[in-house]
């Protein structure tokens, strides 16, 4: 309990209160000795997955076959993904649902000669096509604005030719057959 305060409380509470809670049963020598060993056995490495997490490692399963890798194709999910930041509809998916969805759209969206799901993503991700739908289908939306979202600074920032102009690209009609 110490270290998630720690973690999510602006002003977490001192160690003698969790030694006050738990009956003076602990000492704070122990509880602070504990702290160190639970820190020491994740390496220090506590945090909450969002979706740039996962992206991550899906980008390079998607482009495990380029030659080269794509800095469209990054910089156009990572785009994606961002745009679902101020989005509230989007909190009810998971972030690496987000970030496989966000791959997928973007491999449609530069590229329709092809399927935009190998069976390396497949794999990487744990999803099948057909499991996306709904998140790709909000995410096209998002990506073309259909609402009239006014928050413009993401797609302000991703229209520098420095992030290759992705937001001015806009992905053609999600086809059926491609879940």
Not at 99 to 107: E, I, N, P, Q
Request: charged content about 20%.
């Amino acid at each position: 309990m110490l270290i998630a305060s720690k973690y999510e409380e602006i002003c977490s509470p001192r160690v003698e209160e969790f030694c006050f809670i738990t009956d003076n049963t602990y000492t704070s020598f122990e509880v602070l000795r504990m702290e160190t060993r639970v820190l020491n056995f994740f390496g220090f490495q506590i945090f909450a997955p969002t979706a740039k997490t996962f992206l991550r490692r899906f980008l390079r399963a998607a482009q495990a076959s380029y030659k080269n890798p794509s800095y469209e194709l990054e910089y156009l999910a990572d785009y994606l993904a961002e745009l679902t930041l101020v989005d509230y509809s989007f909190l009810n998916f998971l972030p690496s649902v987000i970030a496989a969805s966000s791959v997928f759209l973007s491999r449609w969206t530069l590229d329709q000669t092809s399927h935009p799901w190998s069976p390396t993503l497949e794999n990487y991700t744990s999803y099948k096509a057909s499991d996306l739908k709904t998140t790709i289908l909000a995410m096209q939306d998002l990506q073309l604005n259909t609402s009239g979202c006014p928050l413009n600074a993401i797609r302000m920032k991703y229209r520098q030719p420095k992030f290759k102009s992705v937001a001015a690209l806009s992905s053609p009609k999600l086809l059926e057959t491609l879940f």
